[in-house]
């Protein structure tokens, strides 16, 4: 973890040969007692992009789970 504002997001990043991943996890109060979740993924770097495009359908399953999973916890589901 590379940063972390309590209640609000997290940021972890993790490098190898020639790539950067930057994930984020924001937290938003919309008011109405409830809270958005917006989860990012960033891939840098000079196979940065390639690796993004090979792993794009893999990332998105993972980023629908991890945000189901969030769901179903803060729901007291879990």
Not at 23 to 29: G, K, P, Y
Not at 40 to 68: C, D, H, K, S
């Amino acid at each position: 973890m590379t940063r972390l504002e309590p209640s609000r997001s997290f940021t972890w990043v993790a490098t190898g040969p020639g790539v950067r991943t930057t994930a984020r996890h924001l937290l938003e109060e919309l008011g109405t007692g409830g809270t958005r979740v917006t989860l990012a993924v960033e891939q840098a770097g000079p196979v940065g992009v390639v690796v993004g495009r090979f792993y794009r359908r893999l990332t998105e399953r993972y980023l629908t789970a991890e945000a189901g999973g969030i769901k179903a916890r803060s729901e007291g589901r879990v």
